[in-house]
C-alpha cells in the first residue's frame, strides 16, 4: 500500500521487510486494525481480492474443510461476517487442538528416541559393567603376582641381609687377624731393623778396622820412603850436586801455549746445543763428562718407562765414550727408591743413584768439588741451579740437547 494511505502510527513499518515488520511492528498493526475501520476495510478489500474462494465461503457461512484455521480467523476477523467471532473461536480451538496433536506427537517422538538411548545406554552400561568385571579380574590377577613377588623379594632380602651379617662378621675376624698379623709384621721389621743396624755398625767398624791397617801400612811405608829420600839428599850434599831446575829443552827460545780448560774452548761461532763443541770439550786432556741422566732422559724421551729410559741413554753414552775415550759418569735420583737398581753399567760409563735424601743435583756438585782444580770437567743439564753451581767450582755447563744430539750422531 503507499505510504500516504497507511495510518500514521504504521508508516515507519512501510520500509521494513515483511519479516522485520511482522516481527517489531505486529501489535501496531493488531492496534491500527482494531481501532481502524477504514484500514481494515481496505485491508480486507485486499484479502477479499487474494482469496475470493475462502472468503466467498466465509460469507455464506460455511468454513472450507481444507482451509487452514489461521486463515480463517485472519479474513473472518478482517470481513467480519455473520458469526465472524465464532469462527474466529472454532478457528482458535482447531489452531489449539493441531498444537495440541503436535504437542503429543512431538512428545511422543520424543519418548521413543529416549527410549531408544535408554536401550543404548543400558548395553552401554552392561558393556561398560561387563569391561570393568574383566579388568577388575586381571587387577586381581595381577594384585596375586604382586603378593607372590613381595613374599619372594621379602624372603631374598631376609636372606641377603643373613648373607649381610656373616659377611660383616667375617670381615671383623679378617680385621682381628690382620690386626694380629700386622703386629707380628711390625716386631718383625724391628727386630730386622735391629739386625741391619747391628750388621752396618759391624760394615763400619770393619771398614775403620781396615783404614787403621791401612794406614799403619802407609806409615811404614812413608818412613822407608823418607829414609830412601834423606839418604839421596845426603849423598847429594856429600858430592855437591846442584839441584836439577830444569830440561834441556827448556833451554830452547819459543813461545809457549797457555795451559787450555773448559771455558777456553769453542770461542768461534758455534750453537749454544752444537754437538761440535762437545766434540771439542771431550777432546781436552783428562776430561770428565758429567751427566744428569734424568734431565737429559726427559728432554729427549719422556714417554719410555724410566727403564727404558736408562737404558737408552746408558747404551748411547757406552758408545761416546768408546770414540771419544773421555770418562763420563751418569748421575740418576735416587732418593726415591725402595732399593738400589739391578743393572750392569755399560762399559766406559760410571753409574751412580743418589742417596736416600739426597738429590742428584747435590751429588753432580759433590762430584764436581771432588775433581782437582784444573782438570776439565763438563756437566750436562739444564738445571739452572745446577748449572750455576757447577760453574762456580770450575765446572763447564751444557745442555741436554746437545748431548742428545751428539748421541744420535754417534
Given at each position: 500500500m503507499p505510504a500516504a494511505e497507511l495510518p500514521h502510527r504504521l508508516r515507519p513499518y512501510a520500509k521494513f521487510t515483511p519479516v522485520q515488520r511482522a516481527r517489531r511492528g505486529a501489535t501496531a498493526i493488531a492496534a491500527a486494525l482494531e481501532t481502524e475501520p477504514g484500514f481494515r476495510a481496505r485491508i480486507a478489500e485486499r484479502v477479499r481480492q487474494g482469496q475470493p474462494d475462502l472468503v466467498s465461503a466465509l460469507e455464506a457461512g460455511r468454513v472450507?474443510?481444507?482451509?487452514?484455521?489461521?486463515?480463517?480467523?485472519?479474513?473472518?476477523?478482517?470481513?467480519?461476517?455473520?458469526?465472524?467471532?465464532?469462527?474466529?473461536?472454532?478457528?482458535?480451538?482447531?489452531?489449539?487442538?493441531?498444537?495440541?496433536?503436535?504437542?503429543?506427537?512431538?512428545?511422543?517422538?520424543?519418548?521413543?528416541?529416549?527410549?531408544?538411548?535408554?536401550?543404548?545406554?543400558?548395553?552401554?552400561?552392561?558393556?561398560?559393567?561387563?569391561?570393568?568385571?574383566?579388568?577388575?579380574?586381571?587387577?586381581?590377577?595381577?594384585?596375586?603376582?604382586?603378593?607372590?613377588?613381595?613374599?619372594?623379594?621379602?624372603?631374598?632380602?631376609?636372606?641377603?641381609?643373613?648373607?649381610?651379617?656373616?659377611?660383616?662378621?667375617?670381615?671383623?675376624?679378617?680385621?682381628?687377624?690382620?690386626?694380629?698379623?700386622?703386629?707380628?709384621?711390625?716386631?718383625?721389621?724391628?727386630?730386622?731393623?735391629?739386625?741391619?743396624?747391628?750388621?752396618?755398625?759391624?760394615?763400619?767398624?770393619?771398614?775403620?778396622?781396615?783404614?787403621?791397617?791401612?794406614?799403619?801400612?802407609?806409615?811404614?811405608?812413608?818412613?822407608?820412603?823418607?829414609?830412601?829420600?834423606?839418604?839421596?839428599?845426603?849423598?847429594?850434599?856429600?858430592?855437591?850436586?846442584?839441584?836439577?831446575?830444569?830440561?834441556?829443552?827448556?833451554?830452547?827460545?819459543?813461545?809457549?801455549?797457555?795451559?787450555?780448560?773448559?771455558?777456553?774452548?769453542?770461542?768461534?761461532?758455534?750453537?749454544?746445543?752444537d754437538p761440535a763443541l762437545l766434540d771439542q770439550l771431550l777432546a781436552l786432556p783428562q776430561a770428565h763428562l758429567v751427566v744428569d741422566g734424568y734431565n737429559v732422559t726427559k728432554s729427549g724421551y719422556p714417554t719410555l718407562p724410566l727403564e727404558k729410559q736408562r737404558a737408552r741413554l746408558l747404551n748411547g753414552l757406552s758408545m761416546l765414550a768408546a770414540h771419544s775415550g773421555a770418562e763420563i759418569t751418569c748421575v740418576f735420583d735416587g732418593k726415591d727408591l725402595d732399593a738400589p737398581v739391578p743393572m750392569a753399567p755399560p762399559r766406559g760409563v760410571r753409574v751412580l743413584f743418589s742417596r736416600s735424601g739426597e738429590t742428584a743435583d747435590e751429588l753432580i756438585r759433590r762430584l764436581v768439588r771432588a775433581e782437582p782444580e784444573g782438570r776439565p770437567v763438563v756437566v750436562v743439564s739444564t738445571d739452572r741451579e745446577v748449572a750455576e753451581g757447577v760453574r762456580k767450582a770450575g765446572a763447564r755447563p751444557v745442555p741436554s740437547a746437545m748431548l742428545l744430539k751428539r748421541l744420535i750422531r754417534t
Open positions: 472450507p474443510a481444507a482451509a487452514d484455521p489461521q486463515d480463517v480467523a485472519a479474513v473472518a476477523y478482517l470481513l467480519r461476517p455473520a458469526g465472524w467471532s465464532k469462527l474466529v473461536g472454532d478457528a482458535g480451538e482447531e489452531v489449539e487442538r493441531a498444537e495440541s496433536e503436535g504437542a503429543a506427537a512431538e512428545a511422543t517422538r520424543l519418548v521413543e528416541k529416549l527410549q531408544v538411548e535408554l536401550a543404548a545406554l543400558r548395553d552401554s552400561t552392561r558393556a561398560d559393567a561387563e569391561r570393568g568385571r574383566i579388568e577388575l579380574d586381571t587387577v586381581k590377577k595381577e594384585r596375586d603376582s604382586l603378593r607372590r613377588k613381595l613374599r619372594s623379594l621379602e624372603a631374598d632380602t631376609k636372606r641377603a641381609e643373613a648373607a649381610t651379617r656373616k659377611v660383616a662378621a667375617e670381615l671383623e675376624a679378617l680385621r682381628s687377624t690382620g690386626a694380629t698379623e700386622r703386629g707380628a709384621v711390625d716386631s718383625e721389621v724391628r727386630r730386622l731393623k735391629h739386625r741391619l743396624a747391628e750388621a752396618e755398625s759391624a760394615v763400619e767398624a770393619s771398614k775403620r778396622a781396615s783404614r787403621e791397617g791401612r794406614s799403619a801400612e802407609e806409615i811404614r811405608l812413608r818412613l822407608l820412603l823418607d829414609v830412601v829420600v834423606q839418604g839421596a839428599q845426603g849423598l847429594q850434599r856429600e858430592l855437591g850436586l846442584p839441584p836439577l831446575s830444569g830440561r834441556p829443552a827448556d833451554t830452547v827460545e819459543a813461545v809457549s801455549p797457555t795451559t787450555a780448560s773448559p771455558h777456553d774452548v769453542a770461542r768461534r761461532a758455534l750453537d749454544a746445543d
